[in-house]
Structure formats: structure tokens, C-alpha cells
């Protein structure tokens, strides 16, 4: 996808992801720069309020090859507001195997910022570079989803509710973080609770 870059423009990421590998979905994109991820990149390293993800993590119908969730907004951990569509692909049990997102930052500072870039002879080599280098290691974004989902809920994570260790885990179910392995381990072991617990919580959803 990298020889996309000038047909797409500055300012629109085309991602491809294979949802067999969660831990490393991404396997082409373009315009990476605008989210930050690459090749290798871990699906929960996209932007936050992500509705294709909740659509992958809730299914879709059997019967329901192509699952398209158009029109919604999401947001870069920056503060950037990006216009985004998707394309859910499934198999013949309503299982998402793959997807197709777009996302666009109409942003008007970042736009003056390419502006005044531009008048920049920035190599391309250097784009390149920056585009398929490897992204955060997914057991830093899973316990960075861990913590942040734990202070939404509660001042004092030291000293969670029943209820609140609930809505932690149901914020980070809502971030996809029960689709990389590892994760309901990791979450228990933080909320101190175990596995079985972490799927109850999940059940009552």
C-alpha cells in the first residue's frame, strides 16, 4: 500500500488488517504516520471510539459476508479527530476474518502544518522508514488499556469495588483488549482476580 500514499493523499490511512493475528493484525497500510502504527502493528493500537471494532468483537449475522459501518468519528491519543469507515469481511458463521479501515484527519492545523512541511524537501526515504518501523510492544498497550480503563473508573485503584473492577474490565472489553492473547491474564493479575472472574464480568454484558 505505500505506492497508495500519493493517490490517497496526505491526509487519509488505508489499513489492512488480518484478524487471525490479533497481536499483529496490520499487514499493509498506508499513511501510517496519521495513527502511528505499521506493519506488525497489534489491532488495539488503532484509534480510540473505534465502532468497526466493536462490530468485529460483537459478530455479525451468518448470512452477512461484508459487514460496513460508515460515517464515524474516532479519535488519535493526541486529541485528533479522524472521519473513519470500515469493511468487516466474514466467513460463513458471521466470524470477521479481515478488514478494511480508512481513516481521514481533517484536522486544519494539520493541514498547515503538511503546508508548511512542504516547503521542506523532506526525503522520502525518511517516510518510508517511519511507516513500517515496529510499533509499541502489545504488552505496553495492553497495560497501558489496563491502567487507563482502572482510572476511568475510580480515583483510588488500589481499592476497587466489585463494581468497579466490572466496569474496568467492560471499558477495556470496549477497546478490544480481550482480542490479543495474553490479555485476560494480564488483567486479572492487575485487578487481582482471577480468569474466571474476568469472563463472569464479561458474561453480564
Known sequence: MNH??????PDLE????????????VV???NGRISGRGIGSAIISGPFDDKGLKALIE?????????????????LPDGRALDS?????RDDKGRAFAALCANADRSRLVQLRQLVDGLF?????????????AAVSVDAMVQKIIEESIAAVSPTPANLSR?????????????????????????AER???????????????
Open 121 to 133: 524537501a523532506q526525503p522520502m526515504v525518511a517516510a518510508a522508514e517511519a511507516e513500517t518501523e
Open 14 to 25: 488505508l489499513v489492512l488488517h488480518d484478524l487471525s493475528r490479533p497481536d499483529t493484525s
Open 163 to 187: 463494581e468497579e473492577r466490572a466496569q474496568a474490565v467492560r471499558l477495556m472489553n470496549d477497546r478490544g483488549l480481550f482480542l490479543v492473547r495474553a490479555s485476560v491474564e494480564m488483567a
Open 85 to 89: 469507515l470500515s469493511l468487516m469481511f
Open 191 to 205: 485487578l487481582g482476580v482471577t480468569r474466571h472472574t474476568i469472563y463472569n464480568y464479561l458474561d453480564k454484558e
Open 59 to 75: 459478530n455479525g449475522e451468518v448470512d452477512e459476508a461484508c459487514t460496513v459501518i460508515a460515517d464515524y468519528h474516532t479519535r
Open 4 to 9: 497508495t500514499s500519493a493517490l490517497l493523499g
Open 28 to 30: 499493509a497500510i498506508s
